[in-house]
């Protein structure tokens, strides 16, 4: 959940089942910590099938509802991928690196500092601006690149992960990054 929503761990804690929308693909985030702005956010149907298959033994809340709890199945998780990766730079991964990586994921994708503001629940953009220091998007990214003559067309490339750049001459340009 941290990854899909680049929630804090206690707005992750505080979550209930009342705050997702199974139909359309949304969880609420009602009780925002640090003064922030209660969001609404889009997540993935994975994320609702795994939401959907657990157990409900913290009713009414998804989670247990206490955020130490959460922190110390982390820290088990993470010696034990570390140690079967023999990667100890996992030792490093907190619960408030997802939220980095979600900002910063965020950002790349729409270079928008108020929409990653809004995922975040910040009220003021100088808190959203420390997470975009994380990005570098200086260097040159490569993209593929498509063109659509028809309505058909155009539907194949967007279900195909491509986004709409212009239209140019009576076709449209669409583009996604490799």
């Known amino acids: 959940m941290a990854k899909e929503t680049g929630a804090r761990s206690g707005e992750i804690a505080h979550l209930r089942w009342i705050d997702v929308d ?15 702005n209660s969001r609404t956010l889009k997540i993935s149907p994975k994320a609702v099938a795994m939401l959907k298959a657990l157990d409900k033994k913290y009713e009414p809340y998804i989670f247990n509802p206490n955020p130490a709890s959460h922190r110390s199945v982390l820290l088990s998780l993470r010696r ?4 079967r990766l023999q990667n100890p730079r996992l030792k490093r991964v907190h619960l408030h690196s997802f939220r980095h990586w979600k900002a910063t994921m965020e950002f790349a994708k729409t270079k928008d500092v108020l929409w990653v503001a809004h995922v975040l629940g910040h009220k003021n953009i100088k808190n959203t601006q420390i997470y975009m220091h994380l990005a570098d998007f200086r260097s040159e990214e490569e993209y593929h690149s498509a063109v659509a003559t028809t309505i058909d067309e155009a539907r194949k490339l967007i279900e195909s992960g491509f986004l709409f750049v212009c239209e140019m001459d009576g076709s449209k340009l669409f583009s996604k990054r490799k």
């Open 22 to 36: 199974t139909e359309k693909n949304t969880i609420a985030i009602n009780n925002p910590g640090k003064g922030s």
């Open 80 to 83: 034990k991928v570390a140690n």
